[in-house]
């Protein structure tokens, strides 16, 4: 029983699912943003209304979704009270600098062009109209950048300095917090990965309308837009994914050997795409592997060393004291390959999407003519939208549980950061509560967004290729 509450445990599993359950919201609030000012962005230049349409359609799905992500970010800040005292103690100094400016500037200024793009409709230039929403998707990306340096802290801590009278870290310097090289790796990588959720989900509502045979023009254009964001945002993912792989190595060595399961320092390290065997490595009963790969992403070069665990695990005990430094193992390598699995397939049916949906292939494939056929690839594409979203969960999974032992890496160990004088039953009526009132909100916005998506672009004028002028459109959500 006193298992089962453990105050620790308990708050453990409160944080992460706070954290994975918030974090749903936030890809599809930047990505979205983005969306709909590059979709306002065409229609202000062509003045072809259906790029309005789509401009209003995704900018309702955007606003129902921040609207929740307000709301579940202000309880996950809450828990740092609740649940980690002595983490915010500790290091709240530094911590707390850039969550607070992430507060003050970056979500007041999103919140303010938010209010002025809803309600500025036929009544502020559309220029400055235009502005608005990308001001909103500039603060949306300085949000994530603030709440990314914080986290950036937890796994490579620099910028402070210990007061050992206090036993607390101090902040010396925001820039060097600011300027982490984990963020600098995170923050775009974060970003493009947001933008193939967004994109998925622009693709999921337009196959559910063309397979219907409604809103043809607009969501062709709305799909084939999509299609293309989600292959370029995953050329982005790719591209500062090897970056953070890198501050990860120089951060976090053991990280990158337990994604890999790795026991022993190796040279021209192979990478395996999946393997059978014991957690400790000390079996292995099949494996498909990549040759050079695992050196190349940890050190750019094919002959490069990659440090095992064994070797860090006797390095941190010199370093730290007696231990168990090694993250879970499992966990470590399944999330890291699900994380690259489910983007890569993601971007190979919006390449294959592109291929079946050429005009050229539309009017004359005998296969794309088989309705049947056709049918089948709308509902496929239709549950393309949550691929990125899982990749992104489990490579939070994959970076927070790597990090573990602590929960600042080399500074302070995730079991001494708990609150001591919460019993582990209210961590656990706060938990089941949390649960609750999350599974009942989750419903409900779920249901607005499809509700939403359902009834598509708002009836602004009967024919998709007319060129209206926006003081000529009565437009009210």
């Known amino acids: 029983m006193e298992e089962l509450f453990d105050p620790l445990t308990l708050a453990r599993w409160q944080f992460g699912l706070?954290?994975?359950?918030?974090?749903?919201?936030?890809?599809?609030?930047?990505?979205?943003?983005?969306?709909?000012?590059?979709?306002?962005?065409?229609?202000?230049?062509?003045?072809?209304?259906?790029?309005?349409?789509?401009t209003r359609l995704f900018g309702k799905i955007f606003l129902i979704n921040f609207a929740m992500g307000v709301v579940t970010g202000i309880v996950q800040e809450f828990q740092f009270g609740m649940n980690w005292s002595e983490y915010s103690r500790f290091v709240g100094d530094v911590f707390g600098a850039p969550l607070a400016i992430e507060g003050l500037a970056a979500f007041f200024l999103e919140a303010t062009f938010i209010g002025l793009w809803i309600f500025g409709w036929n009544k502020l230039p559309r220029l400055a109209h235009l502005a608005c929403i990308w001001m909103v998707t500039i603060a949306s990306m300085l949000s994530a950048y603030f709440i990314l340096a914080a986290n950036a802290f937890m796994q490579n801590p620099v910028g402070f300095q210990m007061n050992a009278e206090r036993g607390?870290?101090?902040?010396?310097?925001?820039?060097?917090?600011?300027?982490?090289?984990?963020?600098?790796?995170?923050?775009?990588?974060?970003?493009?990965?947001?933008?193939?959720?967004?994109?998925?989900?622009?693709?999921?509502?337009?196959?559910?309308?063309?397979?219907?045979?409604?809103?043809?023009?607009?969501?062709?254009?709305?799909l084939k837009a999509g299609l293309w964001t989600n292959l370029a945002a995953f050329a982005g993912v790719g591209l500062s994914g090897d970056q953070l792989s890198l501050a990860m190595v120089n951060a976090q060595p053991m990280k990158m050997a337990a994604a890999?399961?790795?026991?022993?320092?190796?040279?021209?390290a192979s990478f395996s795409i999946f393997t059978l065997g014991t957690p400790d490595g000390a079996s292995e009963l099949f494996s498909i592997r990549i040759p050079y790969l695992l050196s190349l992403l940890s050190t750019h070069t094919l002959d490069g060393e990659v440090?095992?665990?064994?070797?860090?695990?006797?390095?941190?005990?010199?370093?730290?004291?007696?231990?168990?430094?090694?993250?879970?193992?499992?966990i470590t390598y399944w999330s890291f390959r699900w994380m690259m699995g489910l983007g890569i397939f993601s971007a190979l049916l919006s390449a294959?999407?592109?291929?079946?949906?050429?005009?050229?292939?539309?009017?004359?494939?005998?296969?794309?003519?088989?309705?049947?056929?056709?049918?089948?690839?709308?509902?496929?594409?239709?549950?393309?939208?949550?691929?990125?979203?899982?990749?992104?969960?489990?490579?939070?999974?994959?970076?927070?549980?790597?990090?573990?032992?602590?929960?600042?890496?080399?500074?302070?160990?995730?079991?001494?950061?708990?609150?001591p004088n919460v019993a582990g039953w209210q961590v656990a009526v706060s938990l089941a509560a949390f649960t609750l009132i999350y599974g009942i909100l989750a419903v409900v916005e779920f249901k607005l967004i499809v509700k939403a998506a359902r009834e598509g672009p708002p009836k602004i004028s009967q024919n998709d290729d007319d060129s209206v002028d926006s003081d000529d459109l009565a437009i009210v959500y």
């Open 352 to 419: 294959l999407a592109l291929w079946f949906t050429r005009r050229k292939a539309l009017e004359s494939s005998r296969l794309m003519q088989n309705s049947r056929t056709r049918d089948i690839m709308w509902r496929v594409l239709i549950w393309t939208a949550p691929l990125p979203l899982l990749a992104s969960l489990v490579g939070w999974v994959f970076t927070e549980m790597g990090r573990q032992p602590w929960i600042v890496f080399g500074l302070m160990k995730t079991e001494v950061a708990v609150s």
């Open 168 to 222: 607390r870290a101090e902040l010396t310097s925001l820039w060097e917090v600011l300027s982490n090289p984990v963020v600098l790796a995170a923050f775009p990588h974060t970003i493009f990965a947001a933008i193939m959720f967004a994109a998925t989900v622009m693709i999921a509502v337009a196959a559910w309308h063309l397979r219907r045979n409604q809103h043809v023009e607009t969501m062709r254009t709305g």
């Open 260 to 268: 890999e399961g790795l026991y022993e320092t190796t040279n021209a």
């Open 18 to 54: 706070t954290t994975l359950y918030h974090f749903i919201f936030v890809p599809l609030t930047i990505g979205m943003a983005l969306m709909a000012a590059i979709m306002q962005t065409a229609w202000y230049r062509t003045n072809n209304v259906k790029y309005l349409k789509l």
């Open 307 to 330: 440090e095992g665990i064994n070797d860090l695990q006797a390095q941190y005990v010199e370093q730290f004291g007696a231990g168990d430094y090694t993250p879970i193992i499992w």
